[in-house]
């Protein structure tokens, strides 16, 4: 009996709560199983929400964060970086697959800094591009290329970016150079990049729920914790943001 697995292991769960102990991993896993095996989805998504911040195992944060890709309207090209963003916040092992792939990412979304900082290990370690690689040599034009725009972002392509849109008819390119201050850690001008871009509008509906998205993670990690949880609690649509938003304030609680 399913219903029975899941109000024993919640009582359990809730006496080791008022004893002030820490609940058993067994107890949510009888939970997410009978949530499971009887398709209730909706309970097996909420039930990772509250285990991953308790017990930090992959094995609830990666389904959660994945559900992600699931949603009607998830698009690769717009909302995968933020899928990759949120495996590594949550400390989720990226396989170098999913690592080159964050970094093309970040790449084809001009953010070549952070593109660098994911891909850079992989070929000075010889991993990717070295005598092993079948594809040594496109990737090695790639990481030429990381490296190249990563250059030239340090060298006033930030500040550029963030002129630049300032004569641009929407917000987007307000959100992108605020992700670029994210990745060199200002998060504080992050969040004002971002927040000019949410103000300017003008944006398609789903990138502005994931602009939200980012300007919760640029708050969040300047410290404005209460802050970021509002904004997070303010995202809708169905193209992953709201996902995301879920994810990043079970991640708040670690």
């Known amino acids: 009996n399913y219903d029975e697995a899941v109000k024993y292991a919640n009582q359990a769960i809730s006496q080791a709560s008022k004893e002030g102990k820490k609940p058993s991993a067994a107890h949510y896993n009888i939970i997410l199983n009978a949530n499971k095996s009887a398709n209730k989805m909706e309970a097996y998504y909420a039930t990772l929400e509250r285990a991953a911040p308790i017990f930090g195992s992959e094995t609830y944060w990666r389904p959660l964060i994945e559900k992600t890709k699931t949603s009607p309207k998830f698009k690769s090209d717009v909302a995968l970086l933020d899928v990759y963003r949120a495996l590594e916040a949550a400390k989720v092992s990226l396989t170098n697959q999913e690592k080159m792939e964050m970094g093309e990412m970040a790449l084809n979304r001009r953010l070549p800094i952070e593109a660098d900082r994911v891909m ?28 190249a725009d990563s250059k030239a972002a340090k060298a006033g392509g930030l500040e550029a970016a963030e002129n630049d849109a300032a004569t641009k008819a929407t917000g987007d390119q307000y959100v992108t150079a605020g992700e670029g201050y994210f990745a060199v ?63 990043w304030t079970a991640i708040s609680k670690t």
């Open 185 to 247: 850690g200002n998060y504080a001008k992050a969040a004002e990049l971002i927040q000019k871009g949410i103000d300017k509008g003008q944006m398609e509906p789903g990138n502005l729920e994931l602009a939200k998205v980012r300007l919760g993670m640029a708050q969040f990690k300047a410290g404005q914790k209460d802050v970021a949880r509002k904004t997070w609690a303010s995202v809708t649509g169905d193209n992953g943001a709201a996902q995301l938003a879920k994810v």
């Open 120 to 147: 850079g290990p992989l070929f000075k370690a010889g991993t990717v591009g070295g005598a092993s690689d079948t594809k040594a040599e496109r990737n090695k034009k790639l990481y030429d290329k990381v490296v």
